[in-house]
């Protein structure tokens, strides 16, 4: 077999070096994240009734999601690993004694760091947005089957949105009830009371949601004022129910939409609408991420080659903490669009432009061989204590 040449045979070492902590990172990060999520998943499903296979489908089509923001960090912190791990064990060195330069090294990161993107770019066009269907899909589907899901004899129930709900009797029938007391107060300015002697819940497709049917009861109503109430008794009353709130939903959200769904929306909205922005939002924030993952892997690599030799710990500090800037800063620019503050197209792509600039600084010092920080930094640094100091003083 031919030997390949030496910068290939250094490309696949580095490489392998990456994988190795990214593949670790990524298992570890999105379990963390992935355990957050199912306790609420559990409490909501797994509590209610419905069966094991529901559940690890949901546990399914919530990974696409997750990976979104876990793909990234993990690239980031295997990088910064790496060759951190290279550059303690003075690799680096001899890497440059041979006559290698800091760009000569990037073709592997800068492969890596593209097929990250690139992954990234399939997560958000298309991976979570069939995740947050699919979810969709299953609950509608859960609710249709179990209409009696939740409700549990001579409990109080607030699972159903702005609802508390009291069933004296649950009959072996699904879907029928005996002895229903309700507290509705969906309406804050005029809550209502309602008992009913009997029951029966049923799925309606035209409202995606819950109709709870009662029959022989009465429905009392008061205002701000106690004097202001009324009793209106009934034969028969129809009362809409929401439990799964984020998968019966009146219309789609924009996070279940697909590329082209977001686009073609966009263009029936009216400029400066709610809907326009969040539309516009969405669509920028999935090619923003994308593009945020590969910057946050350039940035990486002049971090994890800086002559300061530091343990792994230190770089899995390093790394959590830059993401945790980019995603601090993305967020606000997001939030700051949807409340119309900030362009809406412009807006989730601040955090790259800042992060670009950044990569850019750190690239040119590395290049030259500087330290990452100019000589000037801890001047700087101590004229900023100082006037914090006074500050505080001032202050008391």
Same mark, same amino acid.
């Given at each position: ?26 298992? *570890? ?32 089509? $919530? ?8 793909? +990234?960090?993990?690239?980031? =912190?295997? %990088?910064?690993?790496? $060759?951190?791990?290279? &550059? ?8 440059? *004694? ?7 090294? *990037?073709? +592997? ?28 899909? $299953?609950?509608?589907?859960? =609710? ?35 002895? %229903? ?44 004022? $106690? ?49 326009? %922005? ?34 792994? *710990? ?18 606000? &620019?997001?939030?700051?669009? %949807? ?6 197209? #412009? ?6 432009? #800042? ?42």
């Amino acid at each position: 077999m031919r030997a390949l040449p030496l910068p290939y045979i250094i490309y696949r070492y580095l490489l392998q070096e990456i994988m190795a902590p990214f593949g670790a990172s990524l298992l *570890t990060f999105t379990l963390i994240v992935f355990l957050g999520r199912l306790m609420r998943v559990t409490q909501m499903i797994v509590v209610k009734g419905v069966g094991l296979m529901e559940v690890l489908k949901t546990c399914v089509y $919530l990974f696409p999601y997750l990976l979104v923001f876990t793909l +990234p960090m993990a690239a980031t =912190v295997g %990088i910064l690993l790496a $060759l951190m791990r290279l &550059s303690v064990d003075q690799e680096v060195v001899a890497l440059k *004694t041979s006559g290698l330069s800091f760009v000569q090294l *990037t073709p +592997p990161i800068f492969l890596f760091s593209l097929a990250t993107a690139l992954m990234a770019l399939f997560l958000t066009a298309y991976g979570s947005p069939w995740g947050q269907k699919a979810t969709r899909a $299953l609950m509608m589907e859960v =609710v249709k089957r179990r209409a009696d899901l939740g409700v549990k004899e001579q409990v109080f129930s607030t699972d159903f949105q702005g609802l508390m709900l009291f069933v004296n009797r649950v009959p072996s029938v699904h879907g029928q009830l005996e002895g %229903i007391f309700i507290y509705d107060s969906r309406d804050k300015d005029n809550p209502n009371t309602v008992y009913a002697r009997k029951g029966r819940l049923s799925f309606d497709e035209s409202q995606e949601a819950l109709v709870l049917h009662l029959s022989d009861g009465r429905v009392m109503r008061w205002g701000p004022a $106690l004097t202001r109430w009324q009793t209106v008794e009934f034969k028969s009353y129809q009362l809409p129910l929401h439990l799964f709130s984020f998968a019966l939903k009146e219309k789609k959200s924009e996070d279940e939409m697909y590329v082209g769904e977001l686009w073609q929306n966009l263009h029936q909205e009216a400029p400066g609408s709610d809907r326009y %922005i969040r539309y516009a939002v969405e669509l920028s924030r999935r090619f923003s991420l994308p593009c945020g993952a590969f910057l946050l892997c350039i940035i990486a690599m002049p971090l994890g080659m800086s002559p300061r030799h530091h343990g792994r *710990t230190w770089g899995l500090i390093l790394g959590l903490l830059v993401f945790l800037v980019y995603y601090v800063v993305f967020t606000a &620019s997001w939030r700051l669009a %949807i409340s119309s503050r900030l362009n809406p197209f #412009l807006a989730p792509w601040l955090s790259n432009l #800042l992060f670009a600039g950044v990569a850019v600084f750190l690239w040119r010092r590395t290049v030259k061989e500087e330290p990452l920080l100019p000589a000037s930094w801890p001047i700087w640094w101590e004229h900023l204590q100082s006037f914090l100091q006074s500050l505080t003083r001032k202050r008391r």
